[in-house]
């Protein structure tokens, strides 16, 4: 959907005004029929000292004002390459926003237009969790033959955590490589925090055994393991998950294959092993758009991921099939918060002189985030 399909959208609401949700207070209210002129005037009104970021995963009236669109990997590396845009509007989740502050100068703004705009899967490791289980890795001995990886998807703590213990971050696109590089300097890895990403890197890309992988359940005294257990393991799997890849099953795979012939089915690797084992093809966010896009026309598709992007490439895609692969409906709810309403509110404010929700990560975990994140963004 582009910015003419969101006017007409608007002027369909305006019909509908008289039921128009009010909002007391400063954030337009999603009903506002302006709210697309409003979004035009305030972004046109920032010009090029503004740049608007926006992850695949976030809805079409967001991302009808996005600048760039991509991936955490692509949207880091974007935001890394422009040193001109003074505010960058990051139009995706907490942990995005964190490392484009890192990775941007010290005279760039990054704003997160909601800041409720979290991620589960990030929450699922603290940084006093993981410093926890890094003592029980010194006191056994092993912590130095340990290099930690942490997906994207965690906090600026967690990142800094690791790229002061040689470790890298690594994203969907390229978590076979860092776990290659991370064996290639030590002798086991510690993945955090999503224990399906890491399990499905080790298992199906590197071919590592299941047995060689141990699940830490933070909340457990050793990590509910055995010294022994920790001591033998090649992956130490952080038992974190994402609430929304979690979701999808081999139950939904045996279900859309007996409904559609010949469909193939497309899954993230955050999702479960034996998931992403029954898979036809597995890849990261933009594998996955280029894998549908670059497919034969009358090709079908049931895709597991988020359910924004899945409908956007459906209608992207229109001479093939594309369709979710669960049957229930599932966003993923804190992408979600950020809305037109919200993106207007952070633009407007600016362009009054207010600037809002700001992400700034402290300079002592940004430093060693840093490090850890270009250790990543130099991945061979
Ligand atoms: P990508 O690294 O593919 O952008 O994924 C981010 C994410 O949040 C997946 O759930
Ligand atoms: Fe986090 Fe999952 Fe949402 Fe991605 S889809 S932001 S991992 S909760």
């Not at 999503?194 to 399990?199: E, F, I």
């Not at 599932?330 to 037109?340: G, K, W």
């Amino acid at each position: 959907m582009g910015i003419t399909d969101l006017l007409l959208l608007g002027q369909q609401k305006d019909l509908n005004s008289e039921r128009g949700v009010s909002c007391d207070g400063e954030l337009p209210a999603a009903s506002d029929p302006k709210l697309v002129e409003r979004a035009i005037a305030a972004r046109s009104a920032l010009g090029s000292k503004a740049m608007v970021l926006g992850h695949h995963y976030q809805r079409d009236e967001v991302i009808a004002f996005a600048d760039i669109r991509g991936d955490s990997f692509k949207l880091a590396q974007a935001a890394a390459d422009n040193r001109d845009a003074e505010f960058i509007f990051f139009c995706g989740v907490h942990f995005m926003a964190e490392s484009a502050d890192i990775l941007t100068s010290k005279n760039q703004k990054v704003i997160l237009p909601d800041l409720a705009a979290g991620c589960s899967m990030a929450d699922m490791a603290t940084a006093s969790q993981v410093d926890n289980c890094w003592q029980v890795l010194t006191k056994l001995g092993v912590a130095n033959k340990t290099i930690p990886i942490t997906y994207m998807n965690s906090s600026a703590a967690i990142k800094a955590f690791t790229g002061e213990n040689n470790g890298a971050v690594c994203t969907s696109s390229n978590a076979m490589r860092a776990m290659k590089w991370a064996f290639e300097k030590g002798e086991k890895v510690l993945f955090l925090p999503d224990q399906h990403l890491g399990r499905n890197t080790a298992v199906l890309s590197l071919g590592l055994k299941l047995e060689d992988c141990v699940l830490w359940n933070p909340w457990k005294p050793n990590g509910g393991l055995t010294d022994d257990q920790i001591k033998k393991a090649k992956v130490i799997l952080w038992r974190g998950h994402c609430s929304v890849h979690g979701r999808f099953s081999v139950e939904n795979i045996n279900q859309v294959r007996a409904k559609i012939s010949g469909v193939k089915v497309l899954v993230h690797p955050e999702c479960q092993h034996d998931v992403v084992s029954n898979a036809d093809v597995v890849g990261s966010t933009e594998m996955i758009i280029k894998t549908v896009k670059e497919s034969a026309p009358g090709s079908k598709w049931a895709v597991g991921t988020e359910l924004n992007l899945v409908q956007r490439l459906a209608n992207e895609n229109p001479d093939k099939q594309v369709v979710f692969l669960d049957k229930t409906v599932c966003y993923c709810s804190t992408m979600n918060r950020i809305d037109l309403p919200h993106l207007v509110w952070v633009m407007e404010s600016l362009v009054n002189g207010r600037l809002e929700n700001q992400i700034v990560v402290e300079e002592k975990i940004a430093k060693w985030a840093k490090v850890a994140l270009e250790r990543m963004l130099a991945l061979p």
